[in-house]
């Protein structure tokens, strides 16, 4: 099972310097999470994991896989999938349509088959359609799979997004902001979800960004903390919340305060 690994890993946008260079591994079989003031870099971080931003320095790796200079299809098929800190969903298509336009990596049948239907088409179509239904029992949604996605609440429209990724079957899921806008009760269900996909069968590498503190204390086996787009410190939720450094991005000086 392989390591995604960041290596001196910095952006500039000009004269601004939006991460400083740092390292990270995201292992499978872990939750890995990362945290920080608004502003601190973070979606930058996943930007540039995922192709979308090309690194100022440094390197990424996934186990043999160089992915400093790869775009996002080739980190997609590299087995990442992401989700967006704003919901980028279909919204008149159905939840089914928009969780199975996540299964696009895995067609194997040709244009020419599906333009005619041609049984083996019929036959991936059906698949993935039951793979969806999995995902959607999953998440507790399988009553909104004829839903058009746009009419459901934020709530459910961000667990329509995180199948969707999942509809890749990844092997590194990056999820930005996860739970916000939604309640403690339905993050804990989400918690467990994102538990049970790190450590079933060879374990999923699970790495999020998020808010909610206390989500991450409960959830995360490693985190990372950045403020300004520097690293300021790492190790167990535990030991980065008790963190004076983290207490001080977090809450300012006392003078401050």
């Known amino acids: 099972m392989s390591t995604l ?17 740092f390292d990270m591994e995201i ?14 870099g973070k979606t930058t971080v996943v930007n540039l994991i995922t192709g979308v931003y090309k690194l100022s320095g440094g390197s990424i790796r996934f186990g043999d896989i160089d992915l400093t200079e790869a775009s996002r299809h080739e980190v997609a098929r590299a087995g990442m999938a992401r989700t967006f800190q704003t919901i ?10 928009n969780v199975m336009i996540g299964m696009y990596r895995l067609q194997k049948t040709s244009l020419i088959a599906q333009m005619f239907g041609l049984p083996s088409s019929r036959a991936e179509t059906r ?13 507790g949604m399988t009553r909104y799979a004829d839903y058009p996605a746009g009419t459901l609440s934020y709530g459910d429209q961000r667990r329509v997004e995180m199948m969707r990724a999942l509809a890749l079957q990844p092997d590194v899921l990056l999820l930005d902001e996860p739970v916000a806008g939604i309640n403690d009760v339905e993050s804990a269900k989400l918690g467990e979800i ?48 008790n963190d004076p450094l983290v207490i001080k991005a977090y809450l300012g000086d006392s003078d401050d305060a």
């Open 88 to 97: 980028r969903l279909l919204p008149d298509a159905t939840v089914l349509a």
């Open 27 to 40: 292992a499978h079989g872990k939750i890995t999470g990362l945290i920080g003031p608004n502003g601190a």
């Open 194 to 241: 994102f538990r049970a996909l790190a450590t079933e069968g060879k374990g999923m590498a699970v790495f999020l960004i998020e808010h909610n503190m206390r989500f991450v204390t409960n959830l995360c086996d490693y985190v990372y903390v950045l403020d300004s787009g520097q690293l300021i410190a790492q190790g167990s939720a535990e030991q980065v919340i």
């Open 127 to 139: 698949r993935f359609r039951d793979e969806a239904y999995v995902l959607l029992e999953r998440f």
């Open 5 to 21: 690994t960041l290596k001196g890993v910095s952006k500039r946008f000009g004269g601004l310097q939006a991460v400083s260079p």
